[in-house]
């Protein structure tokens, strides 16, 4: 599951406005996860992809330091608590860490109000909560309050999001059974598995020495030693050689035992087919069906970070207009600052998830080529291939074709790309 859910590729789509402020939002979005990334300097993907799978609920922290800028923090949903408000609101959310308090006195040394007294010193363990609600934020180290300080932006800057895996029925008790992690059918398999594995060796060890039978005169006799069979060459008197104890109903039933918990593990998890492994030679269609069902199973915590996503860059949006700023972001350093105007309610932020996955791809590069004629290229680019940026593509695209019918246009590129590649030359 993480290692399928960690290689998504992404497609950020954009609705709601122009064609051209649509698609610079569109950057924006993919700027911000950049640069969360490398402040993190942890793969969102990798990260999402563990925890959606692990724990089921995933979580980011999203504020802004003292240079208004982005400063992203991991949040493990085991740890956190939160209580529900209306829609997908919160009234408050604490965030529970352990940390040492080296670590903590370098953070907070120079934050104005924190009370650096609140935290024990030379010590590897400290408990600390991370409490935020509409009005305040505190910072709690054990019993001892370290930092009081005003919220700033009048909501919380967390996104949080629960995937729709478990069951979702309103008994008691219904907590335990919502937002599963990936053993959630095999949970109660696996000590059964193990006692299972133990037995097999057991029984390896049996057929090393199995048990003998020997007929004696008087059964109350002591027994002989254990027959030394390997390589050996032992004497006996007539009608007194072992012979070996057969146990065909026990190895029968381990056998059946262990075929009928293997099958259940596989419809719990993922079964070999899904994984398209065969030693056979099939078909196309068979690898796309199992690629199918697989997705099946994993859409929920593939909708999850979509959503995840999605929240994420329309927080970053909120905390934009709330300060004020022009963030720069992006390996390029883009300055983006026409986001004050933009009303969430009027846009959709949508993010396409896709599998990496080299069969389908060409899959769908046939199907995009048949439907040529029948559907708008850019349709193609969003729907059929999930490009990440069917615009950019485009664009490229028609500038092609622009040099292709316009020597001017050709000799131009030509000419700018020989002077860039000049200044690398002596």
Known sequence: YISTLSTIIRQCVVEGLSNERNHYIEEF?????????????????LWFA???????PIGLKLQLDKDKNFFP?????????????????????????????????????????ADLSAIPSNTKEIEVEDYWDKEKREIWVQDNLLLHEKNIYGFLPYVIVFPLTGFYISDKGYMQHQCESIFWLNRNLY???HRLASILQSMAINLYKPAYTQPKANPNAPA???????????????????VPLQKPDLSRTFIQSWNNLSNLLQQGGISEAELGSSALDRPGIWFTQQFTIRNRRMMPRIDAISIMYSLLVQLAIKEIQVAGIKPKLGIK???????????????????????????????????????????PKYDILKDVIHHEDPDGVLNRLYF???????????????????????????
């Open 29 to 45: 979005a993919e700027d911000l996860l950049y640069t969360v990334d490398q402040q993190l300097k942890v793969d969102l993907k």
């Open 50 to 56: 563990q925890q959606v799978s692990l724990r089921g």
């Open 73 to 113: 923090t991991l949040v493990d949903m085991r740890w956190c608590t939160w209580q529900e408000g209306r829609g997908r609101d919160y009234e408050w959310i604490a965030d529970h860490t352990i940390r040492d308090s080296d670590s903590l006195v370098a953070e907070y040394e120079k934050v104005k109000g």
């Open 191 to 193: 000590d059964e598995w």
């Open 224 to 242: 002989d030693p254990y027959p030394d069979i390997t390589g050996a060459n032992t004497p006996y008197l007539p009608g007194e050689i072992p």
């Open 333 to 375: 350093k883009i300055s983006y600052d026409a986001l004050s105007g933009v009303k969430l309610d009027d846009v959709t932020i949508d993010f396409k998830m896709r599998i990496d996955d080299k069969v389908m791809d060409v899959v769908r590069r046939g199907e995009a080529v048949s439907m040529q004629g029948t559907l």
């Open 400 to 426: 092609e074709q622009a040099m292709a019918e316009n020597p001017i246009i050709r000799y131009r590129e030509m000419s700018r790309r020989l002077r860039v590649l000049a200044k690398s030359k002596t």
